[in-house]
């Protein structure tokens, strides 16, 4: 026989030895998986000493498999003692490096309120001071509300002129409201005389979204009948309206329009918070915010018309009142340089979050 012979106690002894030492150095289980193999495995000093018991003859055979068997017993038993403690390392490890502190706050980006809120509450804020009340009404309204208490006649090209989204099935009688205005009409009928009312909600026309139409919007409604209102009241208020959200000093401007329900009616204009008015009129330095107009078509106001006050049973012959309506998207629009309305209703908190020094 040409080699060291396996079944030599020393040679046993030795593989022994050099077996539970190799576990114990094992530093990982796949470095422990290797050891076993070479320790092991079917070409170890174990599996040739197995297979060199065949060939001995009978009477040693006891001895030897005693022998070869202690041997493979003590070094199974390392490796597998090595294994419980490498495993259980690996446990420690994967439960500290993976741990997860259910306490911790989630990182997510900051909120704000949304401008068109912050706005609506800041105007109402404008007239609780002066102790005019908030009111409120119905998103889809009644026609009468909407129109014809508002003396839009029933074949009236105004009604028409308003785009309106009408609520089904035809007949009902019920359309989403196309501005604030029926407030006016519900405020009138509720409240006892005086009525001073701000009224902040969202209406809807059929128009299309771009730049500058959204078939939603917002629009801030103002109301004051009493005995002896004037026009020289409604341009008193909306010059402090004026103040109050655009900054001091800065002028407004009526120009007549027509809207059914107001005699007279006017559009109502705010000079440019930009150039103060400044950028209109031959080689002044042009202005992006107004077109160096100068001015801003803010809304619309006027004189409540009488048959407006007949049909809320007030009588036109004592009192009179003003109301405006202006939209609260295009005035931040203008406050802000906003390019686009959609900004408004695409919920980016980086949007809301710029014009959060609104509030
Ligand atoms: N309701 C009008 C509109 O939506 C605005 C307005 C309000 C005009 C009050 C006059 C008086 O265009």
């Known amino acids: 026989m040409s080699g060291p012979d396996p079944l030599d106690p020393a040679t046993l002894e030795q593989a022994g030895t050099g077996a539970l030492a190799a576990f114990a150095a094992a530093r990982s289980l796949p470095e422990l998986a290797v050891t076993r193999t070479e320790h092991l495995g079917d070409r170890s000093p174990v599996a040739l000493a197995r297979r060199a018991i065949a060939g001995l003859p009978g009477p040693q055979k006891a001895e030897a498999g005693k022998r070869v068997h202690a041997l493979a017993q003590s070094s199974q038993a390392a490796y597998e003692a090595r294994k419980v403690e490498l495993e259980r390392q ?56 909407n129109f014809d208490a508002l003396n839009f006649g029933g074949d009236h090209p105004a009604r028409e002129m308003q785009d309106t989204l009408f609520v089904e099935p035809a007949g009902s009688g019920l359309v989403l409201r196309t501005h604030t205005s029926p407030v006016q009409v519900r405020s009138m009928l509720d409240r006892e005389l005086p009525v001073h009312v701000v009224c902040p ?14 078939p939603v919007f917002a629009q801030v409604e103002g109301l004051c009948v009493d005995e002896g209102i004037t026009m020289a009241h409604l341009r008193g208020t909306l010059d402090h309206l004026a103040t109050a959200v655009f900054g001091e000093g800065l002028r407004t401007r009526i120009r007549p329009n027509y809207f059914p329900f107001t005699e007279p009616s006017a559009e109502l204009d705010l000079q440019c918070f930009a150039c103060r008015g400044a950028s209109a009129g031959s080689g002044a330095e042009p202005c992006r915010v107004c077109a160096s107009e100068g001015w801003i078509e803010w809304g619309g106001c006027g004189m409540v018309h009488p048959a407006v006050l007949v049909a809320c049973g007030i009588d036109p012959e004592r009192y009179s009142g003003f109301a405006f309506g202006m939209g609260l998207e295009r005035t931040l629009m203008f406050r802000h340089g906003i390019e686009s309305i959609r900004d408004f209703y695409e919920g980016d908190s980086r949007f809301t979050l710029s014009l959060r020094s609104e509030a």
Not at 114 to 123: A, D, F, G, N, Y
């Open 90 to 145: 690996r446990d420690e490890r994967v439960l500290a490096e993976e741990a997860v502190d259910v306490t911790v706050l989630p990182e997510r980006p900051d909120g704000a309120r949304h401008p068109l809120t912050t706005i609506s509450e800041r105007v109402a804020d404008v007239f609780v001071a002066m102790g005019w009340e908030l009111a409120e009404g119905p998103e889809v309204e009644h026609e009468w509300f």
């Open 201 to 214: 909600g969202r209406v809807y026309r059929a128009d299309a979204l771009d730049a500058t139409h959204s």
